[in-house]
């Protein structure tokens, strides 16, 4: 009996979890240098951002993971706030001025 109530809890609370949890994982590419500061840099830049729970980005293979609220945050939101900030994205690029204003070991090969 107690297992049946316990077993009933957690289908409950898997539920409501469910239903709650607007939760979206998107993986995409960001520009940036081969040091830890890039790292920080744009990991706090995407996790500044409304909506976005967690961000990790890879210093080797520069894909930047991120997990947000897709009812508060949006994809290209992201994107845009990224590119904001300097770091180029594959649907915005930085501004010069944002570029600029990276640390030197941040700086990486733009395209034209
Ligand atoms: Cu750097």
Redo the contacts with the bound molecule.
């Keep these: 009996m107690k297992t049946k109530v316990l077993s009933l809890f957690v289908l409950f609370m898997l539920g409501v979890f469910t239903i709650f949890a607007e939760e979206t994982t998107e993986t995409f590419e960001v520009k940036?240098?081969?040091?830890?500061?890039?790292k920080t840099?744009i990991e706090s830049t995407a996790t500044a951002i409304e909506g976005v729970a967690a961000a990790e980005w890879n210093v080797e293979t520069k894909q930047l993971t991120v997990v947000f609220d897709n009812e508060v945050a949006t994809l290209d939101g992201i994107e845009m706030g990224i590119a904001q900030a300097g770091n180029d994205t594959p649907n915005y690029k930085a501004s010069e001025e944002a570029y600029n204003a990276l640390?030197e070991?941040?700086k990486y090969e733009r395209e034209e």
């Excluded at 940036?32 to 890039?38: A, I, L, Q, R, V």
């Design positions: 940036g240098g081969d040091c830890e500061e890039c840099h640390p070991c941040c």
